[in-house]
């Protein structure tokens, strides 16, 4: 297969995992009815059996037991469950209690706090426009904590827990099916606990329910892993630059939901935050050509 091919297969694995992360809010959405801590656990429990189907299907266990006997890495791997557990559990509470905008600023603001904590962790310099993105940032962000009377919490935690998470899973050399597996096995206990001791509602126990809201139930597996699996495929025939055009895909498409479908409120200083944030990410992305106008 030719580079031109490999790139075209590359680009629409990117626009999938984008596409699925920008509507898997329609997803959670739909189960708004359950309780946010019953979701989270369900997408823990049915994560990992889907991804143990796919260490089998490509044969991977010898890397998996490979991974456990690396103390480090698998301490790590500890270290970035609970992060992403914090994050997936913050999303889902933010779609089913009317924060989708929020949680769509929060996305949006990630390649930021990724260039932030390239900064402060890896020694990495930033031109005169990067702080110029940052700053605007600030800014939009600093505009919504005036409004609301404290710092809008969703549209920070989301960001800084997954750029912490892909800073410290950088450093874990495994293999992107191989570590969810592992990540969501280190908190299987506290979500099968969950559900089987604390959680009473209508619908905690799957033998009550019926088939159609258990079938939805075990989607929350194939919700978390498809897009990841097809992020990796893109990621392996795509330049990091061409795959960071695609990033904005999601929250842009949760933009259009919240405002839209589920008409949320958009005020005069949500819409300048927002904007704030797009014009950091255009100076951002388009860093080059700015500074060659300016030259």
């Known amino acids: 297969?030719?580079?031109?091919?490999?790139?075209?297969?590359?680009v629409l694995y990117a626009l999938s995992a984008y596409f699925i992360w920008g509507i898997a809010p329609l997803y959670f959405k739909y189960l708004d009815f359950i309780s946010v801590y019953?979701?989270?656990s369900h997408r823990v429990i049915w994560s990992v059996v889907v991804t143990a189907l796919l260490v089998s299907y490509l044969k991977d266990w010898p890397n998996v037991l490979s991974v456990c006997r690396q103390y480090k890495s698998l301490l790590m791997l500890v270290v970035t469950s609970l992060l992403i557990s914090c994050n997936w559990l913050v999303f889902i509470w933010a779609i089913n209690n009317g924060k989708m905008l929020e949680a769509s600023l929060g996305y949006f603001i990630?390649?930021?706090?990724?260039?932030?904590?390239?900064?402060?962790?890896?020694?990495?310099?930033?031109?005169?426009?990067?702080?110029?993105?940052?700053?605007?940032?600030?800014?939009?962000?600093?505009?919504?904590?005036?409004?609301?009377?404290?710092?809008?919490?969703?549209?920070?935690?989301?960001?800084?827990?997954f750029a912490f998470y892909g800073l410290l899973r950088k450093k874990v050399k495994v293999k992107a099916i191989t570590g969810l597996f592992l990540e969501t096995l280190v908190v299987l206990p506290i979500a099968m606990i969950y559900l089987l001791t604390v959680a009473h509602s209508e619908t905690s126990?799957?033998?009550?329910?019926?088939?159609?809201?258990?079938?939805?139930?075990?989607?929350?597996?194939?919700?978390?892993?498809?897009?990841?699996?097809?992020?990796?495929?893109a990621a392996l025939r795509l330049p990091l630059s061409t795959l960071g055009f695609f990033?904005?895909?999601?929250?842009?498409?949760?933009?259009?939901?919240?405002?839209?479908?589920?008409?949320?409120?958009?005020?005069?200083?949500?819409?300048?935050?927002f904007a704030c944030i797009w014009t950091g990410i255009l100076v951002f992305v388009f860093e080059n050509t700015i500074t060659r106008w300016l030259k």
């Open 38 to 40: 019953e979701i989270l």
């Open 205 to 233: 126990n799957l033998f009550n329910n019926e088939w159609s809201l258990n079938v939805f139930l075990m989607l929350a597996g194939v919700v978390t892993a498809l897009p990841l699996i097809c992020f990796g495929q």
């Open 110 to 161: 990630n390649p930021i706090v990724n260039v932030v904590l390239g900064l402060v962790f890896l020694s990495e310099r930033l031109s005169r426009l990067k702080w110029f993105a940052v700053f605007l940032a600030f800014i939009g962000v600093s505009a919504q904590a005036w409004q609301l009377g404290e710092l809008p919490w969703v549209s920070l935690v989301l960001p800084f827990t």
């Open 1 to 10: 297969m030719n580079k031109l091919s490999e790139t075209k297969i590359g």
């Open 247 to 273: 990033q904005y895909l999601g929250p842009s498409l949760m933009f259009i939901l919240a405002v839209f479908l589920y008409k949320e409120p958009v005020s005069l200083i949500k819409l300048f935050t």
